[in-house]
């Protein structure tokens, strides 16, 4: 579809086409459901999340929905794709985003910092240009024990932090030659960090609010 520049909004040394984010979440958890996402003019889509854990997975077996009007209300699970097959999937989609400057997104809510780092690190090698760290789950007290950690310790949460940053600054695989410039942007929730873009040619560039 065609984009115009009206709506173009910028965060740190990251430029969308306008300031529509699709969150993870039930619309976005098969490659038709992103696509349709990305038709309707989101700039980001955040596919659904994954984790490490099979857990974590699994509870989305248990997941409760309810429609109300047209609006639906759910609390669900994580997707029960392999981490490396979904990730696969849908860079393949953003790689066909990269045309109309619309982006697709990995989404991790871990259940260790090791966990975190190594899916931040698949996430980087399928090529995909933006992955968000989702540091504050609201349903880790609803999981399995040990399926989904919420990060409310300031200094474990600058250690993680600090670990994925520096896998992003590492360079990139050679497998993405659709990308126009060398990035990998991690998205966090406001509250910690908004934006951190890592380029080859430049300092870091972070946001916060």
């Not at 909004?9 to 993870?24: E, K, W, Y």
């Not at 990995?106 to 090698?125: C, F, H, L, P, T």
Request: proline share 5%; net charge positive.
């Amino acid at each position: 579809m065609k984009m115009t520049n009206r709506l173009s909004t910028r965060i740190g040394a990251l430029t969308l086409t306008n300031p529509v984010i699709c969150a993870s979440g039930e619309p976005v958890t098969t490659e038709a459901g992103i696509r349709a996402a990305l038709e309707a003019g989101a700039a980001v889509v955040i596919a659904k999340s994954v984790n490490e854990n099979p857990a974590g997975g699994r509870q989305l077996d248990r997941a409760d929905y309810a429609w109300v009007g047209e609006s639906l209300f759910n609390r669900s699970g994580l997707s029960q794709r392999e981490t490396r097959e979904w990730f696969a999937a849908i860079a393949a989609i953003d790689r066909d985003a990269v045309r109309t400057g619309q982006f697709v997104a990995a989404s991790i809510v871990y259940g260790s910092a090791d966990g975190a780092v190594e899916i931040a690190g698949m996430a980087r090698s399928a090529g995909l240009r933006i992955f968000d760290l989702n540091v504050g789950a609201p349903h880790d007290s609803e999981a399995t024990h040990g399926a989904i950690v919420q990060g409310t310790d300031p200094v474990r949460l600058r250690a993680l932090v600090a670990r994925v940053r520096s896998l992003v600054a590492a360079p990139r695989p050679s497998v993405a030659p659709h990308l126009r410039h060398e990035r990998t942007v991690l998205l966090l929730p406001a509250s910690v960090l908004l934006t951190r873009a890592v380029t080859r040619r430049g300092p870091p560039v972070a946001v916060a609010r």
